[in-house]
């Protein structure tokens, strides 16, 4: 009878041990976010792009899932059509963005960056109001904006002042108060794709530092801690460092490697290449703004399915016709990762912040998001790489 009831307790341990092992990744990551304090950990911050839904103003036709759909092989090898694993969702549905968020939230990601537009009011917003903010679990995973204000090449700027108060009071009405808004120091992440832009946009310097003390003020009779203000290393201005200084720049990221490094090789660039030069790029201007400066880690880089069929893929035109990362997988971004995490954990305690290219940038090439072949290897990445607090 005795040696019974110890094969049973091994046996009980045995299943206890399987049991627990397979409950530590999501506990590792579920740790990390509530019992650690922000100063000891890395924060991940996703760039999302919300352009997966249909559109309900009828002249805005993107078709951004055809366009993945339709996507062909452009030179041997290439790994076009990318099949999503979850299907073409609609992503202002509150079910399909409660699974986005599940699958974040237990990998580590804490916060889903929107890429924000104003087009003389919301544009492309249904993805955040529709589907992340009537998602049951939303609250798992935080939302920040980066407002892509980009001044396409020969048209006019397309928000002036009295435009930039309207979107401000909206944003600081509508969002800032939210409680799943990230905050940064207490205060709402915001980020300007295109300060270089923003300057235009607003007229000068000085005007521009007006706008933004304006936006500061609204944030604050919101009830929050205030504006964090945080810039894409993307068309910046001359003179950057003075014109962060002007207008308060808290800090300094990256929207995608090929923003800051030249893709060398057409039709395809070596991905841990790619890497090297991004990050050695960093190393050399981290100092250059006077404020934190967040790595960026990128899956990858493929807007081929962008070229319309009939357009040839040559290299000879601008932006689709790039060459993309040969080599992404999720092993190299492993590596990628690693490589950030390691210098983000150089930054300020509680600005210990890397941004991940990209959850959905499907038609780029970017994506966190299962596919058919990697299934969700990108993200047992990022929980991997980022479960553990920095000691």
């Not at 009831?5 to 509530?34: N, P």
């Not at 609609?90 to 990601?109: C, F, L, R, T």
């Not at 087009?119 to 249904?126: I, M, V």
Request: glycine share 6%; proline share 8%; aromatic share 14%.
């Amino acid at each position: 009878m005795s040696i019974h009831i110890d094969r049973v307790a091994r046996l009980r341990r045995a299943f206890f041990r399987i049991l627990l092992t397979g409950l530590f990744s999501a506990a590792l990551v579920a740790t990390q976010s509530v019992a650690t304090p922000p100063e000891h950990r890395i924060q991940v911050a996703a760039y999302y792009f919300p352009n997966w839904h249909e559109e309900t103003q009828p002249e805005v036709n993107h078709g951004e899932w055809e366009a993945l759909k339709n996507a062909r092989a452009r030179f041997p090898g290439q790994p076009q059509p990318v099949v999503p694993l979850w299907g073409y969702q609609d992503e202002a549905d509150p079910a399909v963005m409660a699974q986005k968020i599940e699958a974040a939230a237990s990998h580590g990601i804490d916060v889903f960056l929107f890429d924000w537009y104003w087009r003389g009011g919301p544009f492309l917003e249904r993805a955040l109001n529709e589907g992340y903010l009537k998602a049951p679990n939303h609250e798992r995973v935080k939302f920040a904006l980066m407002w892509d204000n980009q001044i396409a090449d020969g048209s006019p700027a397309p928000i002036d002042r009295k435009g930039f108060e309207q979107m401000t009071d909206h944003i600081t009405r509508d969002l800032f108060p939210r409680d799943s808004f990230w905050t940064v120091d207490g205060r709402c992440y915001f980020s300007i794709y295109t300060l270089g832009d923003f300057v235009k946009e607003m007229g000068s310097v000085q005007s521009a530092k007006s706008a933004i003390e304006s936006f500061r003020a609204k944030a604050m009779a919101a009830g929050r801690k205030g504006l964090y203000l945080n810039v894409v290393d993307y068309k910046l201005p001359e003179d950057a460092r003075s014109v962060f200084q002007s207008l308060g720049v808290d800090s300094i990221t990256s929207y995608v490697w090929v923003h800051k490094i030249k893709l060398k090789d057409f039709p395809k660039t070596d991905y841990n290449w790619a890497a090297s030069a991004y990050f050695s790029y960093w190393d050399a201007h981290k100092d250059d703004y006077g404020v934190p400066y967040f790595p960026n880690a990128t899956s990858g880089w493929d807007p081929t399915p962008r070229i319309p069929a009939s357009v040839p893929y040559d290299g000879k035109t601008p932006y689709p016709n790039t060459p993309v990362l040969w080599g992404s997988s999720p092993q190299n971004f492993t590596s990628a990762l690693k490589q950030a995490r390691q210098r983000t954990a150089e930054l300020p305690p509680g600005q210990r912040i890397v941004t991940i290219y990209a959850w959905n940038e499907w038609t780029e090439g970017g994506h966190l998001e299962p596919d058919t072949v990697h299934k969700m290897a990108y993200l047992d990445a990022i929980r991997d790489v980022f479960g553990l607090p920095i000691h």
